[in-house]
């Protein structure tokens, strides 16, 4: 009975990763969803199936693959539970088959004095592929306690 639930678990993961969504956006959802509930199944359901998978957390070292990337939202997890960061801000540039997102985060943190906010820089990287579009790259940068502002220069238009 147990080698049963273990392979329905299995193929219930499995179909859950075919399944995510449709879109970028649908998988960032999925994603920041999973990390909020400290879901890890949900988590690894939105990274694609490739080695070269790439994971860095703020001021961390680069997680390369489904393993490394896995073992340390699963440390995570087990510290803390859940991750609360919400997704304040996203700059897109989407192609056919290929997305870059860049998002500022609101993350919510345990300090001594109770719950901080801080904020986070991250660039979500998502390609298209046999399963639907699937996260490549999540690089986020090490947080603020000020809201990140941003600074852009107007379109030149010529004529």
């Not at 299995?10 to 994603?31: C, H, M, W, Y």
């Not at 957390?57 to 440390?75: C, E, M, N, S, T």
């Not at 345990?110 to 991250?122: F, M």
């Not at 579009?133 to 809201?147: F, I, K, M, N």
Request: hydrophobic share 40%.
């Amino acid at each position: 009975m147990i080698s049963d639930n273990v392979s329905m678990a299995r193929t219930k993961s499995k179909l859950q990763a075919a399944t995510v969504g449709g879109t970028p956006d649908d998988i960032e959802l999925a994603f920041y969803e999973a990390l909020y509930a400290g879901d890890i199944e949900k988590l690894m359901a939105c990274w694609a199936d490739e080695d070269d998978i790439v994971c860095i957390h703020p001021g961390g070292p680069r997680l390369i693959g489904a393993g490394a990337i896995r073992a340390a939202f699963d440390g995570m997890f087990s510290r803390g539970g859940v991750i609360r960061a919400k997704p304040e801000q996203i700059r897109r540039v989407d192609s056919m088959a290929s997305a870059v997102h860049h998002v500022l985060e609101k993350v919510e943190v345990a300090t001594a004095d109770g719950p901080a906010q801080a904020y986070v820089l991250a660039t979500n990287v998502y390609h298209k592929t046999a399963q639907g579009w699937r996260l490549v790259v999540h690089h986020a940068s090490p947080g603020t306690q000020d809201e990140i502002n941003e600074i852009s220069q107007p379109a030149k238009v010529l004529h």
